[in-house]
């Protein structure tokens, strides 16, 4: 069983709507988790952390469901520049054991 | 403004040559991380490496080796390349209890 499953998508969404993305680790040790930010040929970089109360950044909102296993990320008032993929990151412990997402791929349409 | 650097963008080898990935970074980091991308399959871990001469073997490590004689640069040796390292190398570093900050990535092709 992969350590962070996401779905891949691909998810076409109108500009202005509001999605929504999962994803499920598999260790309950995990301690940080946070989402990245991929476009296309270019690397990842952070977008936000995600922490336990939940925490918003603009028009995205992280939530961390410790009890479930899962994390999640919503996008408010899509915009064309959030056309990325999108990837969850999670750390098992506070060391060097960082398990990544395939990735989630958003397009946002005119 | 801090940054991790590799060498090339792009890169294309011949089977067998033997190839050097670069990477640097001015954050003096201890936690230096070779990736590779692939679709499908994710970020996977090549090595990593803690300290200077310090490394430990990723998920991935088969076919690559490093080298981390000064901090600031850790290098990804493919000893014989190989059509299924085809791949994107990604870099990052990190220092303890951060989250990990990536090189711009080099895209290998081996023929």
């Known amino acids: 069983r992969k350590e962070v499953e996401q779905d891949p998508g691909p998810f076409n969404v109108p500009e202005g709507a509001t999605v929504a993305f999962n994803c499920t680790y598999s260790n309950s040790a995990s301690q940080s988790f946070f989402w990245y930010r991929q476009d296309c040929r270019k690397e990842p970089k952070l977008l936000m952390s995600v922490y336990s109360s939940g925490n918003e950044d603009g028009r995205f909102t992280a939530q961390l469901n410790r009890a479930s296993q899962y994390i999640s990320l919503l996008i408010r008032d899509s915009k064309l520049s959030d056309s990325a993929t999108y990837l969850c990151v999670v750390n098992i412990g506070t060391g060097n054991q960082f398990y990544f997402g395939t990735g989630t791929s958003l397009t946002v349409i005119p | ?111």
């Open chain 2, 1 to 111: 403004d801090v940054k991790v650097t590799q060498s090339s963008r792009y890169l294309v080898k011949r089977t067998g040559e033997k190839v050097f990935l670069e990477c640097v970074q001015d954050m003096d980091h201890e936690n230096m991380f070779w990736y590779r991308q692939d679709p499908g399959l994710g970020l996977r871990l090549i090595y990593f490496s803690y300290d200077v001469k310090m490394k430990e073997k990723g998920d991935i490590p088969e076919g690559y080796s490093v080298s981390r004689e000064k901090k600031e640069r850790f290098s990804l040796i493919l000893e014989s390349a190989s059509t299924n390292q085809t791949s994107m190398y990604l870099c990052a570093s990190r220092e303890g209890g951060e989250r990990p900050l990536f090189g711009q990535g080099t895209r290998l092709t081996v023929v």
